[in-house]
């Protein structure tokens, strides 16, 4: 008798992701995946782009979930998460993610072969593919500060958006009105220029806009014949060739806990090279592209909603891990990702979020002493913000200001607000000091 095909939900969630959310499930319909076995749910959290309909009309089989607000990316994917019955795996997947064909099947056979997995956990590899520019500066006067950055373009169209600063290249800034980013490099850098997925752009051209503090010798690569031009206070723009096949850069191999209590994308940014081709147990997977046991879910329970968006992932896995589950990174398994195409990596609203829900989950998950190291690093930090934007300003008879510090304080309060019910769901764990220790042993890596 033939074995039954696992019937698979993938839950997809939206808010006003647009033409972004259709890419990715016209993506999932080609899924190896037997179509009767297959159930792809969107969630729409009040979202204006009037997506539902576009959905309805162009992807009937889409079975779509409207909520009458946002409830973020935990409370949206819990409302997937409902009427599991007849339903042996359920998968999470981005809407700003586009799986390969063969995307699910590996997740599924490693979940069937391995009943206490409670999660398979994808390759997460940014959306484009890219080449290497190599930037290498030679300063008058013998220092480490290269040239600054100010345009980039492939064939005379703006990549800025999605090149990767890599090696050498100092934080990205704004300048005028902010809405201009700039970079600073060191005397050699790498600059991640975005290509078409998997292409060869070898001929085209990527052009550049330089500057630096004083005239400096420059030598510009990217796999052609290197171009040497001489840099100046005022930005001017270079023209440098391309040769040779791109490369893909990881996203998420799996999710680690960092010592002083965060959680982090495993071989983030690293160039893929097949160092990430085992399959390997994990801390933790990532909520971007997972398939999860029912039976994990049913006995570790949801998202807790009031997380809202950040950290429910780690926090989900930290609970499995406690009660005796594994996880499973699946190498084979790919999915392509538009990093924070939902989200701005530096805004205020990401920092409360990241930061308040941190520190839940340290607090329902870690050891107290964990918990107390993450705390004291924190407050002792926003004690140097206030001197820095309050007292000092206050000292000198300028004006202060209070941007970082009201943010810091408010992500502290939000989570001292929600510690009652937190530490009501530790003491439910019924997990002692010892077993909490050991996690925190096998797992935790440097910064």
Not at 96 to 112: C, F, G, S
Not at 202 to 218: N, Q, Y
Not at 349 to 371: C, D, G, I, K, Q
Request: aromatic share 8%; proline share 5%; charged share 25%.
């Amino acid at each position: 008798m033939t074995a039954a095909v696992p019937r698979v939900r993938v839950v997809v969630l939206n808010y006003d992701g647009g033409e972004m959310t259709m890419r990715c499930l016209r993506a999932l319909e080609q899924v190896d995946w037997p179509r009767d076995s297959l159930e792809i749910v969107l969630v729409d959290n009040a979202s204006i782009d009037g997506i539902t309909r576009t959905v309805e009309r162009e992807l009937p089989d889409v079975r779509v979930i409207e909520h009458t607000h946002n409830v973020g990316f935990a409370g949206g994917c819990n409302l997937g998460f409902a009427d599991l019955d007849g339903v042996d795996y359920v998968a999470l997947l981005n809407n700003d993610a586009i799986p390969e064909r063969d995307w699910l099947r590996p997740l599924v056979d490693a979940l069937d072969a391995d009943p206490g997995l409670g999660a398979a956990s994808s390759k997460m590899v940014f959306a484009p593919s890219f080449a290497a520019l190599t930037i290498v500066a030679e300063p008058p006067n013998g220092a480490d500060l290269g040239v600054q950055i100010t345009g980039l373009t492939l064939e005379g169209e703006e990549v800025w958006d999605h090149a990767q600063f890599a090696d050498g290249c100092h934080r990205t800034e704004t300048r005028g009105t902010g809405a201009e980013q700039v970079c600073w490099t060191a005397a050699r850098a790498e600059v991640r220029v975005p290509v078409d997925p998997g292409s060869d752009p070898t001929g085209k051209v990527v052009g550049i806009e330089l500057s630096a503090e004083g005239d400096t010798s420059v030598r510009l690569s990217a796999g052609a014949e290197p171009v040497v031009v001489t840099v100046g206070r005022d930005p001017v723009w270079f023209e440098v060739p391309v040769s040779g096949p791109s490369f893909d850069v990881i996203n998420n191999v799996g999710s680690r806990l960092v010592l002083g209590g965060y959680g982090g994308d495993r071989g983030f940014c690293e160039r893929d090279e097949g160092q990430y081709e085992a399959p390997s147990e994990v801390f933790a997977w990532c909520g971007g592209a997972v398939l999860l046991s029912i039976a994990y879910l049913e006995d570790v329970g949801l998202f807790d909603d009031r997380y809202f968006v950040y950290y429910e992932d780690t926090d989900l896995a930290w609970r499995g891990l406690l009660a005796g589950w594994r996880y499973l990174y699946v190498p084979t398994s790919v999915v392509r990702h538009e990093h924070s195409a939902t989200a701005i990596e530096t805004s205020p609203t990401r920092m409360h979020f990241v930061e308040r829900n941190r520190f839940v989950t340290l607090a329902r998950n870690a050891p107290w002493s964990m918990f107390g190291d993450a705390t004291y690093v924190y407050l002792r930090d926003t004690a140097v913000i206030v001197k820095r934007e309050i007292l000092e300003p206050l000292v000198h008879r300028s004006r202060p200001t209070s941007t970082l510090t009201v943010q810091r304080l408010r992500a502290f309060g939000g989570f001292v607000e929600m510690l009652p019910g937190t530490l009501a769901s530790r003491r439910r764990q019924g997990v002692d000091a010892r077993s909490r220790a050991a996690l925190v042993e096998r797992w935790a890596v440097p910064q």
